[in-house]
């Protein structure tokens, strides 16, 4: 991992850009890290990390603000990464099927999906073992947001995350249901009832799906992008009792 920039940030949290063998990525710490502090891992769709930023960011200084430590990075074929044509013929198919007001087919869902889970977990847990190695960052580790299919199949497979906040907003694969019955870590699910690219009852069955002994699901009203403020303070008190 090499840092290509940093600056301070409110209340003197620290931003630092990095670069992990061609994946970019951002890491934010506390103001005052007296001990190594826990880390969240803060997932997003593939529109790149420059879209992206304003919401990530704020998510980072609200989790410092806890005295969380929090990093992203740059998804396969995403921002200023390598073009992946496999994934762009992939959106285009969905953008023609929603477009035309065609039911979204299994077919898609597949293509658009697990190639990116396959891809981006290991990268993911690359970019773990680096900030693990910091002195900064001590764990336990979290994983917050993104795309849903990501966040199942780390919590499967990667035993130093404890704790998920999962956003049923992205279209989930079949296969990935069975992955979900192995999750076991607690689970804080966001939903929004009126999300108009999400299936509801699709989202609603992938939930009853998780194996977790502690789950729970956040309904609100409104779109995609209609989040209210105090869904994300939830989010951080979960990590906070998990992460603690």
């Known amino acids: 991992m090499r840092f290509t920039s940093e600056q301070r940030l409110d209340d ?5 850009e990095f670069i992990l063998g061609e994946i970019p990525g951002i890491l934010w710490t506390p103001a005052s890290v007296c001990t190594p502090v826990p880390l969240i891992l803060l997932g997003h769709p593939p529109l790149g990390l420059r879209k992206m930023y304003p919401r990530l960011v704020v998510r980072a200084l609200r989790s410092a603000a806890e005295g969380f430590a929090t990093a992203t990075i740059e998804l396969p074929g995403s921002g200023d990464r390598p073009r992946w044509p496999a994934a762009e013929q992939a959106r285009a198919d969905l953008r023609r099927v929603m477009q035309a007001g065609e039911p979204v087919s299994d077919e898609i869902v597949d293509a658009l999906v697990l190639p990116l889970v396959e891809k981006a977990v290991p990268e993911w847990q690359a970019t773990l073992d680096a900030l693990l190695s910091l002195p900064e960052i001590g764990g336990p580790v979290g ?3 993104g795309v849903i299919s990501i966040g199942i199949r780390l919590a499967v497979v990667e035993p130093r995350i404890v704790a998920a906040g999962l ?21 804080h699910v966001l939903l929004q009832w009126d999300d108009e690219g999400n299936d509801r009852q699709a989202a609603l069955e992938l939930f009853d799906a998780f194996g977790s002994q502690e789950k729970s699901l956040h309904a609100n009203m409104g779109g995609h992008t209609g989040v209210p403020q105090f869904a994300g303070d939830a989010a951080v008190q979960f990590f906070t009792r998990h992460l603690r």
């Open 12 to 16: 003197g949290v620290l931003e630092r």
């Open 143 to 145: 994983y917050s947001g």
């Open 167 to 187: 956003f049923a907003g992205s279209f989930v694969p079949r296969a990935m249901f069975e992955e979900a019955r192995q999750v076991t870590i607690p689970l």
